[in-house]
């Protein structure tokens, strides 16, 4: 059972950056396509961004293009989202997932196996 553990989450000011990072716990990490998913209060978890096993390949959400970036360091099973431009409306609690099946191709999809438990992002104005 892969597990995956979330940190960065916390209180920013809006226009500021923030970086999140997800481990995970398996010897075959860059066989595991991941994505970042976040969920606002009131509303379904949406789709952010998803990289594929070698970091080649990457995918977003139309609102954060430019903004975001998603990227993995497979040396230390770790999986980041470096966030720049904060808007309050990306207040959310942030998860990352793993699947095998989106290893080559990520794109954006919720069909993910496994789930971090999230971490919280606050964007004060």
């Known amino acids: 059972q892969l597990q995956l553990v979330e940190s960065g989450g916390g209180l920013v000011q809006a226009g500021n950056s923030r970086t999140l990072s997800c481990v995970a716990s398996?010897?075959?990490?860059?066989?595991?396509?991941m994505g970042w998913f976040r969920q606002a209060p009131g509303k379904e978890r949406e789709f952010v961004a998803a990289i594929s096993g070698s970091g080649s390949r990457t995918a977003y959400a139309e609102d954060v293009k430019g903004r975001f970036t998603i990227s993995r360091d497979n040396a230390k099973n770790t999986v980041y989202l470096q966030m720049d431009s904060l808007k309050s409306e990306d207040t959310a609690v942030f998860y990352c997932?793993?699947?095998?099946?989106?290893?080559?191709?990520?794109?954006?999809?919720?069909?993910?196996?496994?789930w971090g438990q999230g971490t919280q992002v606050t964007v004060s104005t």
């Open positions: 398996t010897r075959t990490f860059n066989r595991y396509g």
């Open positions: 997932a793993a699947d095998i099946l989106w290893a080559m191709d990520p794109i954006p999809t919720d069909e993910y196996e496994y």
